[in-house]
C-alpha cells in the first residue's frame, strides 16, 4: 500500500505585519528564497524596495556606477544581525542626491553563498526569519566622502519582513497519510 503525502501551507495575513512609516519600504512582507546550486550553494532573491525623503534637506547615496546595496540584516538572538552584504566595486561616482519628498526606487538582487564554501559574498544565516534592510543614505557629504555623516539609523532602514524556502518553511505542515 502506498503512502501520500499532504503539504498544508499556512498562510501569513499581510494585515498581521505592515510596512508601517519605515524609511524604506519592501514591495512585499513576505519573500521565498530560492537555493540555487551552479558550482556552490546560494540563496537567491529579489526585492522591490522604495526610500521616500522625509526631511528638510537633500540627502545623498554614493557608490561606484550605482548606489551601493543596502545590507540585509536577520533578527537572532534578540539582535539585528548583517547576514548579507553583496561584493561591490571600490570606485566612487558622483553622489544621487534625492530631493526632500522625492521617492527613489530600487531592485535590489539578494545572491549569496551558504557558509562553508569558500565563496562570496556569503548568506550568513538559516533562511526562515525575520529580516529587514539597512542601507547608507547620507546628510551630507564632505570632502573626503569617508567623513561623510549618515542619516540616523531610524531613518535608513527598512520594515521588516519574512524571508521563506522550500527546504525549510517555518509556517507549513508536512502530513503523511498512509
Known amino acids: 500500500m502506498g503512502m501520500a503525502l499532504a503539504i498544508v501551507t499556512l498562510g501569513c495575513s499581510a494585515t498581521s505585519q505592515t510596512r508601517g512609516d519605515a524609511a524604506i519600504r519592501t514591495d512585499q512582507l513576505i519573500y521565498h528564497a530560492e537555493i540555487v546550486n551552479d558550482s556552490r550553494p546560494a540563496v537567491q532573491l529579489t526585492i522591490e524596495t522604495e526610500y521616500t525623503n522625509t526631511?528638510?534637506?537633500?540627502?545623498?547615496?554614493?557608490?561606484?556606477?550605482?548606489?551601493s546595496a543596502p545590507q540585509l540584516q536577520k533578527y537572532k538572538d534578540g539582535e539585528w544581525v548583517t547576514v548579507y552584504s553583496p561584493v561591490e566595486n571600490e570606485c566612487l561616482s558622483p553622489p544621487w542626491e534625492i530631493s526632500p519628498g522625492e521617492t527613489y526606487r530600487d531592485t535590489y538582487q539578494v545572491y549569496g553563498y551558504l557558509p562553508g564554501y569558500n565563496?562570496?559574498?556569503?548568506?550568513?544565516?538559516?533562511?526562515?526569519?525575520?529580516?529587514?534592510?539597512?542601507?547608507?543614505?547620507?546628510?551630507?557629504?564632505?570632502?573626503?566622502?569617508?567623513?561623510?555623516?549618515?542619516?540616523?539609523?531610524?531613518?535608513r532602514i527598512s520594515n521588516e519582513f519574512k524571508i521563506i524556502n522550500d527546504v525549510e518553511y517555518g509556517n507549513t505542515i508536512i502530513i503523511v497519510i498512509s
Not at 556569503?122 to 551630507?140: H, K, M, N, S, W
Not at 549618515?150 to 531613518?155: F, I, K, M
Open 55 to 67: 526631511t528638510d534637506n537633500t540627502v545623498y547615496l554614493i557608490g561606484c556606477h550605482q548606489p
Open 119 to 155: 565563496a562570496a559574498p556569503t548568506f550568513d544565516a538559516t533562511i526562515p526569519g525575520r529580516y529587514r534592510l539597512v542601507r547608507d543614505i547620507y546628510q551630507e557629504l564632505s570632502d573626503p566622502v569617508n567623513e561623510a555623516e549618515l542619516l540616523p539609523l531610524s531613518e
